[in-house]
Structures are given as structure tokens and as C-alpha cells.
């Protein structure tokens, strides 16, 4: 007849609130066209679709959901790497990052170093799980960190720290993920293993700025963030810090304490250098570029006078996921303007970065709280642990059981057995875990073997935490909220 056959088709679009529907298109093989290229379907919710294009549907393998990774090699070209302060996504290359950022690896000398001033002092029995499987990667002058905890352990009638730990939590929900227990976790280990006070800075002004809200008639919500801190720093606490040891601080409280050391930041970085580190633009909020002195302030012992004391030498070590290094970067640059010149690191941070823990979809980016079934949040039921990583958590695994048995899983790519390397720490499970799963063979050879072990090692993690929490009252948070000495 001379027409071109065609399939008329109406549809509907699912969560279009998601943050993966960003730039999303519906892809037809064959068919150089898509559904997010044709503005009018959209708006109408219909569409034609050219004949040849729906029969190639049925030729083409099923692509995962938005944030997967691709299970066949080849079958999807990698995002690009995008990391900054307030965005993760695409594959991760850790070493790209490390000669990106100007940081170094820890490298397995570091390691024995630490080993020996920690593990040697006897205060802690291994290192952290999180070292030995190089989840922590990445560092800035942990060497000196080291010399001065070795200086320190020769010297034991003296009462002065080696230094002091800083790490924070914006609370932007008032659940957290495991995501969010990755840097506590490793946190906790450094304060037992090397002894030393340790300050928790709340960024509820960071989430404001960033994600706060004004309705007419009602105002704004700035109570809101100012509330999560407390429902946050329960978890926190659950974690098993020092008490005696450890401040928490939320920044709405307590930013007069630091506004001295943060008016020098200030005044020593210009906005030109804040503009390349974090991207602002003539829509940011002056709070938004205002911001970056206010994280950078604890990093300075001139912060906490009342909680250190009169110590403008002692040197901050700074555990942290690798994306929030940009705001150390420029502290780093300008800290000598802010110590006396007699300081050991010249008043500059040291760093711990970590790597980026995985959504359930794929290890791409990192777990987000916007999206419910990315992550396993610590209130979150045995049922449904269970069920989101049943449905959710991205396979390596083979396409069948006889090409599993033949080729194995991909462990890389495997969010079960990725998952694992966080949380299972006994290191010669693991390892074996991986050899069967690999191989297609013993007892882990199948997807569902991995995902039943992860499932039993998170219930426990999280039962256990949800019980510390459950006794930790809000008069107790507000106790390690008080501004007193730790050291």
C-alpha cells in the first residue's frame, strides 16, 4: 500500500519524581529515534512507533532499571565519573580520583605502620576490615599522623593526644542507611585504636541551605533539620563511641564557638577558588557559599576551646568518603594562616578517604536516602532486609545456571558480594565466598547462596543496632551535646 506500518501506543510514566528519571529515554532497537526526544508524545502520552522498531523488541535482551549496571559486557557504555562535594554517579574509577585529587594511596607500608602503632599498642586486636580490604584507599599526610602516634606511645607518662578525629553527618532524614554507618564505623575504630578525642559536626544548616523549603504562610522548615540531629545522633551514638572521649555538635548551636576560626576562613579563601571547588552559580544562595568555612572550621583546634582546651597545636585527622575531600583541599591551602607556625602539619587536616558503599542497583555512585529501595536504612525490618535484597541487590551472576557453572559471577559488579567485603568480617569467609562464586562452584556458586549470607550478616548488624538505640534517650543525646572538656 505504500504506508509505513506503525503502532500507535498510550502509556503512562511511573515515579517521575525519581532522581535516575533525570535525561531518561525510552531506547527502540533499531531506531536511531526515542520517546524522550519527542516532546509532543510526551505531552500527549501517546506515540507511533515504527512497526520494525516493536518487532526488534522482541530480538533485544531486557536492559536494567535506571542506575544498573549492565549484566553483559558490552551491553551499555559506562556513565562518566562525575564526583564533587554534592554529587556521585557513574562508574568509579578510585585511581583516576586518587591523581585527580592530589591524593595519595595507602599503600601496604602505611599499612604496617599503622598496624604497628595501633594493633602493636595493644588497645585494638587487628585492623579494621575496612583497611585490610583497602575500602579505605586513600590519604593525606597519614605518615605524619603516624609519626606523631608513634612519638606519643614513647612518651606514656605524657596526657596529650597525638591529635583529634573530625567526621560529620548532614541530616537530611531521620533514618540512616548503612551507607551513612561506612565512615562511624571506621571512626569508632580509630578513636579506640590510637586513643584520642574525637568531635562530630551535625550539618543541619548544610541541609537547609541545600534542600530546605519556604511555604507561604507556614515558613520554612529550618526546625525540621535542627530535629534531625538529634534523631541522627542516636544512631551515631549507637555506633559505640567514647563517651568521655567524643563531642557531637550541632553547627545551628554551636557555630559561635567557631565563628572566629571561621571568619579567618573567610577571609583567606577568595570566591573564585570556592566557585572552581564547589561549582556555584549566580542561583546558589550566599548560604551555600558560605558554607564550605563552616565544615572546614573543626578541622582547627581553635574551634573547640572549651572542649580541647588551650591546644592550638594539636593536629586533626579527618575520616571521610573521598567526595568531600574538595572542602579539605582549599582548607589545606590556606590552614597555615590559621596556627601558629609552630604547628606539626602547619595547621593543614589529614585525611582517610574512603570508597563510595553501593546502591542495591549497582556499584555505580553511592546509596542515597531519596531512594527508598538503593538502600538498606537502620530501621528497616528483618522482612524487609530480606525482600530489597532478594528484589533489588544487582546480580554478577550468569544469565543461567549452566553459564554460571561455566563462567562464575563477576564480582565486581555483584552488589551481594561488593556488600559483603563491607560487612562480613571474617577475612577467610570472604575470600571463599568469592572463590566459589567466581568459579561457579561450592557451596556460594549461585546469586541466591551470596544473597542469603548477606541478608543473615545485615539482619544481625542492624537488629543490633536498632537495640542500642532503642536506649539511648533523648536526655543522653543532649549529654553528649553539652559543651564540656574530652581532653
Known amino acids: ?285 550566599i548560604g551555600q557559599s558560605a558554607f564550605p568555612a563552616i565544615q572546614a572550621a573543626p578541622s582547627f583546634p581553635s574551634s573547640f576551646k572549651k572542649v580541647f582546651g588551650n591546644r592550638p597545636l594539636l593536629p586533626c585527622l579527618i575520616p571521610c568518603a573521598i567526595d568531600q575531600d574538595p572542602y579539605f583541599r582549599i582548607t589545606r591551602d590556606v590552614a597555615h594562616k590559621l596556627v601558629p607556625a609552630a604547628h606539626p602539619l602547619k595547621g593543614k587536616p589529614a585525611l582517610i578517604h574512603s570508597k563510595f558503599f553501593p546502591p542495591l542497583q549497582g556499584a555505580k555512585g553511592k546509596m542515597s536516602s531519596s531512594v527508598d529501595s538503593s538502600a538498606i536504612f537502620l530501621t528497616d525490618s528483618p522482612e524487609t532486609i530480606a525482600t530489597k535484597i532478594k528484589t533489588h541487590a544487582f546480580s554478577g551472576g550468569q544469565e543461567s545456571s549452566k553459564l554460571q557453572r561455566e563462567l562464575g559471577a563477576d564480582l565486581e559488579k555483584d552488589v551481594s558480594y561488593q556488600w559483603l567485603t563491607f560487612f562480613l568480617e571474617d577475612d577467610e569467609e570472604l575470600a571463599g565466598i568469592g572463590k566459589d562464586y567466581s568459579s561457579g562452584s561450592g557451596e556460594y556458586w549461585a546469586t541466591g547462596k551470596v544473597k542469603a549470607k548477606l541478608i543473615e550478616v545485615l539482619q544481625k548488624l542492624v537488629a543490633e543496632h536498632q537495640e542500642r538505640r532503642a536506649k539511648i534517650t533523648d536526655e543522653e543525646v543532649r549529654e553528649w551535646l553539652d559543651v564540656r572538656r574530652i581532653c
Open 1 to 285: 500500500t505504500g504506508k509505513k506500518a506503525e503502532v500507535h501506543l498510550k502509556f503512562t510514566v511511573a515515579n517521575p519524581d525519581a532522581a535516575a528519571a533525570e535525561e531518561e529515554a525510552v531506547h527502540f532497537s533499531g531506531s536511531a529515534s526515542t520517546l524522550g526526544d519527542d516532546a509532543a508524545g510526551l505531552a500527549s502520552q501517546q506515540v507511533r512507533i515504527p512497526l520494525a522498531a516493536v518487532e526488534a523488541l522482541g530480538e533485544t535482551k531486557a536492559s536494567p532499571p535506571a542506575g544498573a549496571a549492565a549484566s553483559a559486557e558490552g551491553e551499555e557504555e559506562d556513565e562518566e565519573m562525575v564526583v564533587t562535594a554534592h554529587d556521585v554517579k557513574g562508574k568509579i574509577d578510585y585511581g583516576k580520583l586518587i591523581h585527580e585529587f592530589g591524593s595519595q594511596s595507602l599503600t601496604p607500608e602505611l599499612m604496617a605502620r599503622i598496624e604497628s602503632v595501633t594493633v602493636g599498642s595493644g588497645r585494638v586486636p587487628h585492623l579494621h576490615r575496612f583497611l585490610r580490604r583497602n575500602i579505605f584507599f586513600s590519604h593525606r599526610d597519614i605518615a605524619r599522623i603516624c609519626d606523631m602516634a608513634e612519638a606519643s606511645a614513647a612518651n606514656p607518662q605524657s596526657s596529650e593526644p597525638p591529635f583529634y578525629l573530625y567526621t560529620g553527618r548532614g541530616p537530611s532524614s531521620g533514618a540512616m542507611h548503612l551507607g551513612h554507618l561506612v565512615p562511624f564505623m571506621m571512626t569508632k575504630w580509630l578513636q579506640e585504636a590510637f586513643g584520642v578525642p574525637l568531635v562530630i559536626q551535625m550539618t543541619d544548616d548544610e541541609k537547609f541551605l541545600w534542600k530546605g523549603e519556604y511555604t507561604d504562610g507556614e515558613g520554612d522548615n529550618l526546625d525540621h533539620y535542627h530535629h534531625l540531629t538529634y534523631e541522627n545522633a542516636k544512631d551515631i551514638i549507637a555506633c559505640g563511641f567514647d563517651k568521655s572521649k567524643t563531642f557531637i555538635f550541632s553547627d545551628l548551636e554551636y557555630v559561635g564557638e567557631m565563628y572566629p576560626t571561621i571568619v579567618r576562613i573567610w577571609k583567606a579563601v577568595t570566591y573564585n577558588q570556592a566557585r572552581a571547588a564547589f561549582g556555584f552559580v549566580g542561583s546558589s544562595n
